[in-house]
Nanobody
Framework: QVQLVESGGGLVQAGGSLRLSCAASGRTFNRYAMGWFRQAPGKGREFVAAISQSGGTRDYADSVKGRFAISRDNAKNMVYLQMNSLKPEDTAVYYC???????????????WGQGTQVTVSS
């Protein structure tokens, strides 16, 4: 069982940056691949980024490649999403997710956080 709590969302102007954080409970954090997903108003949930259990490999959606970076700190049970060069179309609720496998074509997760709102103004 993993519980996930996101933080760091907010309102930012286009071109700005935000860093999202996700705190995970439990002593088995390093057994899970971690990911970020987002859902914009009126749209379905979409994959943003994933990172392997060790942090050695990462996967990104084409729409965020070169702008977003996912990282994790297994000692602190934390995963992060650094978002740079933000665009209005990045506006969405961002969710942290965990499963034994995420990304690279696998986009269903067993565990989800409650989400944090990111709003990018033009």
């Amino acid at each position: 069982q993993v519980q996930l709590v996101e933080s760091g969302g907010g309102l930012v102007q286009a071109g700005g940056s935000l860093r999202l954080s996700c705190a995970a409970s439990g002593r088995t954090f390093n057994r899970y691949a971690m990911g970020w997903f987002r859902q914009a108003p009126g749209k379905g949930r979409e994959f943003v980024a994933a990172i392997s259990q060790s942090g050695g490999t990462r996967d990104y959606a084409d729409s965020v490649k070169g702008r977003f970076a996912i990282s994790r700190d297994n000692a602190k049970n934390m995963v992060y999403l650094q978002m740079n060069s933000l665009k209005p179309e990045d506006t969405a609720v961002y969710y942290c997710a965990a499963d034994t496998s995420l990304g690279w074509g696998r986009y269903e997760a067993a565990y989800w956080g409650q989400g944090t709102q990111v709003t990018v103004s033009s």
